[in-house]
């Protein structure tokens, strides 16, 4: 089996990506970004769309696109295969694009940081973005999308996201093997000290299908935590991953 990451060009086969969308997502044809716009916006150098392939087949992909500044990027999709997702065959995909970006686009065009939005209570996002990335939390955006997200995965839940930049220039870097502080907070009204942890789902989708009622309790209940948090001067630090037991959000006071 061969992988390989690389920019598309005119000619690649942009229907691929639109099948990632649909696996990932779970989207519909209207809701995609279609393969003739990916393909005009590679070609004409209005964004990045980079694959990953296995095989010669595309398995995941992003989509990045320009900001006011030339010095920050916006990446709009990041999308994985679900049969690709958690290091399949060894590979992990995403992290594996993020730093294709990073050493062969970004460095070249002096872009010094990437953004993103994504789902807070998305696990294995979390665990990339923040934990191995390194991606720092710069604010919580409640209904982010408002109708937009009515389809797919998302679909009963608010679509809450966390606006996250990454810093490109040191992207090899993996920090924080944090640990889970003493005070773990269950509602506002418990925040405080030095730092404190925010426990989250394991995962979202799988308690919005056994549950939907507690999912829709979950992201209220993180939501109230994130933004009282954030709005007290703590910064998020860390994300600690045991499948076996748990995930947690690590805050500290600036």
């Not at 405080?192 to 979950?218: R, T």
Request: aromatic share 10%.
């Amino acid at each position: 089996m061969s992988f390989l990451v690389r920019k598309l060009t005119h000619g690649d086969n942009y229907r691929q990506v639109e099948a990632v969308q649909r696996a990932a997502w779970s989207i519909d044809d209207l809701t995609i970004v279609p393969a003739h716009l990916l393909e005009a916006m590679a070609y004409y150098n209005a964004g990045h769309v980079i694959g990953a392939f296995a095989d010669d087949v595309i398995v995941g992909f992003m989509l990045i696109l320009a900001t006011n500044d030339p010095k920050i990027q916006h990446l709009h999709m990041n999308g994985v295969d679900p049969g690709w997702q958690s290091g399949h065959q060894g590979i992990h995909v995403g992290w594996e694009l993020s730093r294709f970006y990073a050493q062969s686009i970004a460095y070249y065009q002096g872009v010094e940081e990437l953004e993103w939005t994504y789902d807070p209570l998305v696990g294995k996002s979390s665990n990339l973005y923040i934990r191995k990335l390194g991606g720092r939390v710069m604010r919580y955006d409640p209904e982010a999308y408002s109708t937009t997200s009515e389809e797919g995965i998302y679909k009963g839940l608010p679509a809450d996201r966390l606006l996250v930049r990454w810093r490109v220039t040191n992207p090899l870097s993996r920090p924080n093997g944090a640990e889970v502080p003493v005070q773990v907070v269950a509602c506002p009204e418990e925040i405080g000290g030095d730092c404190f942890a925010l426990s989250v789902p394991l995962d979202i989708q799988v308690l919005k299908n056994q549950d939907l009622k507690a999912a829709q309790a979950e992201r209220l209940r993180t939501r109230a935590i994130f933004l009282a948090a954030l709005g007290r001067g703590y910064r998020v630090v860390g994300f600690v991953n045991r499948p076996e037991v748990g995930n947690w959000f690590i805050f500290e006071q600036c």
